[in-house]
Structure formats: C-alpha cells, structure tokens
C-alpha cells in the first residue's frame, strides 16, 4: 500500500466503526467543555465525567466560579489528580474570561493558550469540538496510533499532530480525531493490545512495531 492509500484505508475503517462519534465529555457550552478538558489532563474522561457534574452544581459559568475559593475548587475535584495546579487554573482563567471576555470563552487559539493551565491540546479540543474550527487534538492514543500505522515517527506529540494535518483532509479533521481516540481505547490500546482483533495496525502497522508484538506473545 503506498502511505495515500493507507490513509485512505484508516479514513474508511473509521468512518465505518464511528461514523457518528460523541464528544466523551460531558459539557453544556464552550466553559464547562473548557473546565472538562483541562480537568482531562492525566486522568480519564469516565473519572472526569464523575466529577464535573458535582463542580457544575456550583459554578457552571465562570462569574460562579470565581465565587468558589481555589480550595473550594480543589476538594471537588480531587479525584481527578493534579487538583492543585487544576484548582488554580480553573480559577484564574475564569477570572480572565470575566475581565477580557465578558464571561465568554474566545474562539481563538492564540487567546485560549494564554489561558493559566490551558495546553495546546486543551485548546484545539475547544476550538474543535466547541467552535468547529480544524484542529487535531493530539492526545495519547492518537499519538501512539499513528506511530503503530507508519504515518508518523512518534517523535513528540507536535510532530505528530503535523504529520496528521499533513495527510488527512482538514475537513476531517474535527471527526477524525475522535475517532482515532474511540478505536484506540477498544482495538489498539496500550496494555492488553490484541493485534488480532486491531484491523488497522494489522493492516498497515509499522514491521518493528508488529514484530516485537508477536516477539512478547512468544515470551
């Protein structure tokens, strides 16, 4: 397969398995998606899903928000980890919001990456799925798939993402993301993989990466 006809075959698998796929987490607006990726960060989106409702009881907006102390935020969200740098965040970029945007989260890139404990990443989350403009999330399933497939080195996580704006149409983009996370959680996840049941990988997965695969099966 030349690396045009692999992409096409990832697109095609994909749209078949998700052709619809949902955000994973559980928001009303571009603020409690904003809270939610960022409370994403190093935990799960089941664990975050818990949580998010017990904070947005309190503050859904960030003019509640800043009504709560940073410890206030910090024992709601806890069980996320990281709540001290998270708690703090959440708190100052809510009063940022309020100062420079009048409550309302930018749909600006640059803007959201100035925001306290808001990632590149975190960012084109809410660019993409809050705003529907062209981003590619990279997070750590995309990141290890698209080094399993042979289309990028898995160098870092910024190469990957230009390598994937690189070969998948920008009108996809949005979609396709989700759908590489959603494939990698059930078919090529990072313990327990089943390269038998992983069609893609199998398909067209880097020499190395199936060979030291079948090498650990025989150990």
Known sequence: MTKKEKVQFVINTLKKLYP??????NHKDPYTLLIAVLLSAQSTDARVN???????KKADNPFDMVKLSVDEIREIIKPVGLSPMKSKGIYGLSKILIEKYDGKVPADMQALELLPAVGHKTASVVMSQAFNVPAFPVDTHIHRLLYR??????????????DAKRLFP?????????????????????RGWDLEKDSITKTIGRKSVIDAYYKNLKK
Not at 20 to 25: A, E, G, H, R, T
Not at 50 to 56: E, V
Not at 150 to 161: D, F, P, R, Y
Not at 170 to 190: C, F, K, M, V
């Open 149 to 162: 497939w042979n289309l990028s080195n898995g160098k870092n996580v910024a190469q990957t993402e230009k």
């Open 50 to 56: 818990i949580i998010t409702p017990k904070l947005f």
């Open 170 to 190: 920008i009108d996809l983009w949005n979609t396709l993301h989700l759908q590489i996370i959603y494939y990698g959680r059930e078919y090529s996840p990072a």
């Open 20 to 25: 619809n796929p949902p955000i994973p987490l």
